[in-house]
């Protein structure tokens, strides 16, 4: 029996105020819905390095961050409290996606519970995101040989800016985003594909502009492995998406992108990304989803829940 690996980290989670909007509790849900699956083995992924974090971010701005340098401009934009659990869980969440795509190189397929930070830059933070754990997974495997170019498929409802940003001009990394066209960030950074979507598109036009969208990306890319950011804020009861996706329509979602990237032969690192449903159970039944289609994708196993 072949086993996904599932790395989590939701022992760092943050001392965030009860009024805060951000659904910390959904990391600690997700673990334990998926926790005593045969086919699952949950793992704590390592802090990433210091060495790990410079490929991709400004010394000056880690510096900041892990030493609790950062303007209150700065902290207002990324939109948590400093805190040394803000510090440790931002690299362990790095670290989860470093660890799923190594091992989606071996398994082709692993997961991230927690990761899809994709609105950090390389020298700020911004929406949630501390530092980008998709762009430096992907810059680490570069430079360490393991892979010669990767493609980022981004779904979560708002676009990828900073992995978009951090990847500009670089071609080894082939970044595609589909979003809300009206939603957060307010200023889109262009990436390599970049579908912007109505508010209140559903599942059949959105499952369409998919499949076209993933056969240019394939094509183009080169990669391969994929990173999905697999969001669950597409959701029609997402208090922040916009769009009107059901819970069986991001499902099919996913099933597409392994699917597809089964066929060309690509190992597929899946993390979580955004959800605000104002139901957190919603949220991570969507997740669990995701997870659940990565187990099928690694097995071979027949379609349906896991057990």
């Known amino acids: 029996m072949v086993v996904v690996k599932a790395f989590y980290c939701d022992q760092f989670e943050l001392p965030l105020p009860p009024e805060h909007r951000f659904p910390m509790a959904k990391y600690r849900l997700l673990r334990q819905r998926v926790a005593g699956h045969r086919e699952i083995d949950l793992e704590v992924p390592p802090a990433a390095e210091a060495v790990d974090l410079l490929r991709v971010h400004d010394a000056a701005y880690v510096s900041r961050v892990v030493g609790g340098a950062l303007a ?55 929406g949630y995101c501390v530092f980008n754990d998709v762009a430096v997974a992907a810059r680490s495997l570069l430079a360490e040989g393991s892979v010669r170019r990767v493609l980022v498929v981004d779904l979560d409802v708002h676009q990828g800016n900073g992995t978009a940003a951090i990847f500009g001009g670089d071609p080894r990394v082939f970044t595609f985003s589909m979003h809300g066209r009206r939603n957060f960030p307010a200023r889109k950074v262009p990436g390599d594909l970049d579908l912007a979507l109505e508010d209140g598109t559903g599942d059949d036009e959105y499952l369409d502009l998919l499949d076209q969208a993933l056969e240019r990306a394939f094509a183009a890319s080169g990669a391969e492995l994929v990173i999905y950011v697999a969001g669950a804020d597409p959701f029609a009861g997402d208090r922040l998406g916009r769009l009107a996706l059901s819970r069986a329509g991001l499902a099919e979602r996913d099933r597409r992108v392994f699917a597809g990237a089964r066929r060309e032969g690509l190992p597929v690192a899946a993390v979580m990304a955004g959800g605000y449903a104002r139901d957190v159970d919603d949220v991570v039944a969507i997740h669990q989803v995701t997870v659940e289609t990565a187990v099928r994708n690694c097995t071979g196993t027949a379609g349906g829940a896991i057990e």
Not at 89 to 94: E, K
Not at 106 to 111: K, M, S, T
Request: charged share 25%; glycine share 12%.
């Open 72 to 126: 209150r401009q700065e902290i207002r934009r990324l939109g948590f409290p400093w805190s040394r659990r803000l510090v440790e869980r931002s690299r362990r969440s790095v670290g989860g996606t470093l660890a799923a795509c190594r091992w989606a190189l071996e398994d082709g397929a692993a997961v991230n519970l927690a990761g899809g930070t994709h609105h950090a830059f390389a020298d700020h933070g911004e």
